[in-house]
Every structure is written in structure tokens, then in C-alpha cells.
């Protein structure tokens, strides 16, 4: 029972964020329709060159996450901090843990302008995550990506989420294969699907088997693991905090690698959609 006295607006919309979360059932792991990869990745190289040209990177405006790291620091003190760093990420990542800090985000509701300002549901949340670990996310993000292109793991299809593409490229290569077939005198069904808060849907333990699917195992799977285990956050209201919120299910929002992880969930979707041609 919670004591109405301490029950506040952030709390009001840290129960809103979570009723989009789904229980994962614990029966078995569904059979893919992709053929297992026998080409693995296991381990990174989280070296201090790396992890120096991603501090300078940054861009001042970042807001900090949990840890109130700022990316103006970071940036500014890349030289020294590099190499500490490195060897921080690196202990981390051979250990398959952690830091509390980098598993936590600060939630900022931003409203969609649209609906009542007073219904909770009509706000997004806006995740302020550590700039540190985004840090580290990014050379696993360089080295995943560059992973699912050399095995064609990921559909050309995709445009969402992948270095040089875009919502741009998604359209012009859509209008170019409409207009071609309309030329040709065949009829164009465009079918669209909304996955409704499809990042915080994700469940975890199917991805990790997907990602293992594709070939992500080793130290490289368990560090993954551990980076979408266990994750916490608190919304912040002005100056109020929420109670801190579990989140059970999910890619995390404002992560660097979130989205790729959840592109690669959805890698094989073209496979498991069946189209029938109909005479007219």
C-alpha cells in the first residue's frame, strides 16, 4: 500500500511508463525461420584509442544521466580519462557486470501534444541514460553493425537504425519499386504495421536466444545480457523524483544500442510474412 503523502506526480507517471511492459511466459524458445549462423562474434577490443575518439565525439549538449557525468567533462578531459575508462569497460565487459549506475536512467515525461496535459498517457518518456556506458555501447554498437552486414544478417530492406540509411532512403527505394510496377501494369498492396511501444515490448530472454541465433556469443552475449538485466529508473518531475521502477521487459530507451538490438529481434519478420497473389 502506498502512503498517499509520498504518492507523487512522478509516481503518477512512472506507473503510466510501466503498464507497457510485458511478462515474458517461461515456456520454451520458439523455433527461428533463419538458418542458425555458424559464424560467431565473441569478444571486442575496448581499447583507449577507441574509447578517446568516441569521448571527443560527444556532444556538449547531452544531458547526463544518473551518474551527473557530463559529456562537457568527458570531452574535455578525453586524454586522461581514456585509458581508465578503457580499462573500466574492458573489466566489465570480460566479467559480464555492470555498474548500478549504468543500468539506471533518469525519465523526463515529454508531452505529445495531443490529448489532456493531465492524463499521464498522453506523455513519452525521455530516457536520460549514463553518457560513460553509452560511450561503451558505441564501439559494441560499431562492431555489431559492421558484424550483421558482412553475413548479411540484417534484410537490405531495413532502413531504420543502420548507419546510411534513413527514413529518406526508405522512401525513395519504396518509390522506386511502386512506380516501376505501376509501369509495368501490376497492382501495388502496401501494408503497414504499427508495433505499438514496440521498444519496451521486447522480451528479453527471446532476443538473447535470437541474438545467439545470429551468431552474438561469448563474453560479447553475457555482457548484453547483463546490460538489459536487472535495469532500473526513476521519472523526474521538477525537482521530485519517483520511486525507483523496475523495468521487465524491453530494449532500453535513449541507449545507443536499443535499437539495434531491436532491429536485430525483427530481422527475420520479412520471413514469417506469407503474401498470396490474387488474381483480379
Given at each position: 500500500m502506498v502512503n498517499d503523502n509520498s504518492y507523487t506526480v512522478a509516481d503518477i507517471f512512472a506507473d503510466s511508463f510501466t503498464k507497457v511492459f510485458t511478462v515474458e511466459p517461461l515456456s520454451g524458445m520458439p523455433n527461428l525461420s533463419s538458418v542458425c549462423n555458424s559464424n560467431s562474434t565473441t569478444d571486442i577490443k575496448l581499447s583507449a584509442d577507441a574509447v578517446s575518439d568516441k569521448l571527443r565525439k560527444l556532444k556538449v549538449t547531452k544531458s547526463p544521466g544518473p551518474d551527473l557525468i557530463s559529456a562537457c567533462v568527458l570531452k574535455n578531459c578525453a586524454a586522461s580519462l581514456s585509458t581508465p575508462l578503457s580499462i573500466l569497460m574492458a573489466q566489465s565487459f570480460m566479467q559480464s557486470k555492470l555498474p548500478?549506475?549504468?543500468?539506471?536512467?533518469?525519465?523526463?515525461?515529454?508531452?505529445?501534444?495531443?490529448?489532456?496535459?493531465?492524463?499521464?498517457?498522453?506523455?513519452?518518456?525521455?530516457?536520460?541514460?549514463?553518457?560513460?556506458?553509452?560511450?561503451?555501447?558505441?564501439?559494441?554498437?560499431?562492431?555489431?553493425?559492421?558484424?550483421?552486414?558482412?553475413?548479411?544478417?540484417?534484410?537490405?530492406?531495413?532502413?531504420?537504425?543502420?548507419?546510411?540509411?534513413?527514413?529518406?532512403?526508405?522512401?525513395?527505394?519504396?518509390?522506386?519499386?511502386?512506380?516501376?510496377?505501376?509501369?509495368?501494369?501490376?497492382?501495388?498492396?502496401?501494408?503497414?504495421?504499427?508495433?505499438?511501444?514496440?521498444?519496451?515490448?521486447?522480451?528479453?530472454?527471446?532476443?538473447?536466444?535470437?541474438?545467439?541465433?545470429?551468431?552474438?556469443?561469448?563474453?560479447?552475449?553475457?555482457?548484453?545480457?547483463?546490460?538489459?538485466?536487472?535495469?532500473?529508473?526513476?521519472v523526474k518531475v521538477g525537482d521530485g523524483f519517483s520511486r525507483s521502477v523496475d523495468v521487465v521487459s524491453g530494449v532500453p530507451q535513449g541507449s545507443v544500442l536499443g535499437p539495434l538490438l531491436f532491429v536485430a529481434y525483427t530481422a527475420d519478420v520479412k520471413n514469417n510474412l506469407a503474401f498470396r497473389h490474387v488474381r483480379r
Open positions: 548500478s549506475d549504468w543500468k539506471t536512467a533518469f525519465v523526463k515525461p515529454l508531452y505529445k501534444n495531443k490529448g489532456d496535459k493531465f492524463n499521464a498517457s498522453n506523455y513519452r518518456p525521455v530516457s536520460l541514460a549514463s553518457l560513460v556506458v553509452k560511450v561503451m555501447e558505441s564501439i559494441i554498437y560499431d562492431h555489431l553493425v559492421k558484424f550483421f552486414i558482412n553475413y548479411n544478417l540484417i534484410s537490405p530492406e531495413q532502413h531504420g537504425f543502420l548507419p546510411g540509411k534513413s527514413v529518406q532512403s526508405n522512401l525513395l527505394c519504396c518509390l522506386s519499386d511502386w512506380t516501376r510496377d505501376i509501369d509495368l501494369g501490376r497492382p501495388v498492396d502496401i501494408l503497414y504495421l504499427d508495433f505499438s511501444k514496440a521498444f519496451d515490448k521486447v522480451p528479453k530472454r527471446r532476443l538473447l536466444h535470437k541474438l545467439k541465433h545470429l551468431g552474438i556469443r561469448g563474453n560479447l552475449l553475457g555482457w548484453i545480457d547483463s546490460f538489459l538485466s536487472d535495469r532500473t529508473f526513476r
